[in-house]
């Protein structure tokens, strides 16, 4: 679940842009290389927030997990099965993205001010480069829209699939994944290109906080991902 503290973003960007100092590299302007260093210390900060908060985004897919055993328990215990080699139907797999996206979104929601914080604070920082600066201001904004995506109801929509005799999903599931796909379609892969295009605007000590980005995400999901595996174990148990 990834992004920001909230920082207010003319500070942010006076407090970095002091940062920059003289460490330009011989390929990048001075207004780039402060461009990628206020990119750099936000993101820094949003990934190491959203580290801290991985028990609160668990903690939130087991509230929904507790509503769904409420609300609508066992609403999927007849779904039909189907064997080894038979692919599931169009509509149980629409059925199952619904599910683990409304349960991954909440946990998600949990980030939405850091999120929505990190997007206004990015859209004021530009490069020479406008397809970077482009593709750094869409993926922040649809990942902070992504996470403020309310979530689905499920027990109504999975209750209008059983009653279709498990052939026709509800209208609320394909509106939700409709959105979901629009997001996805501004979210996948674009964080790669970011961190290919920025490499042309990095000095050394910028190179070193973009390695520390990544191994702090790469530490942060090997810890929480055996928690998050469970509490998405425990929405699949409440509904089947």
Partial sequence: ?????????????????????????ASASGSDAA?????????????????????????????????????????????????PGVPPSASALAVSEEVSDAALGAGARVERRRRRAFANTVAGVH???????????????????RAEL??????????VWVASGYATVAAGTASYLRRESALDSE????????VRKLAHFEDATDRHLARRIAELERAALARALDGLLTALGRIE????
């Fill in 187 to 194: 979210i996948e892969g674009v964080e790669v290109l970011v």
């Fill in 127 to 145: 490069w020479s480069d406008r397809a970077l600066a482009r593709l750094v201001h869409a993926h922040a904004s649809a990942e902070a829209q």
């Fill in 1 to 25: 679940m990834r992004r920001l503290r909230a920082f207010a973003a003319t500070g942010l960007l006076a407090t970095l842009a002091a940062l920059a100092g003289p460490l330009v590299p």
């Fill in 237 to 240: 148990a409440a509904l089947h």
């Fill in 35 to 83: 461009a990628t260093r206020i990119y750099l210390h936000a993101d820094y900060a949003l990934v190491r927030a959203e580290a801290e908060g991985v028990p609160k985004a668990i903690a939130a897919i087991d509230a929904l997990a507790q509503r769904l055993r409420t609300q609508c328990p066992a609403v999927l215990a007849n779904e039909p099965r189907f064997p």
């Fill in 150 to 159: 309310p979530t689905p109801d499920l027990c109504s929509d999975m209750s």
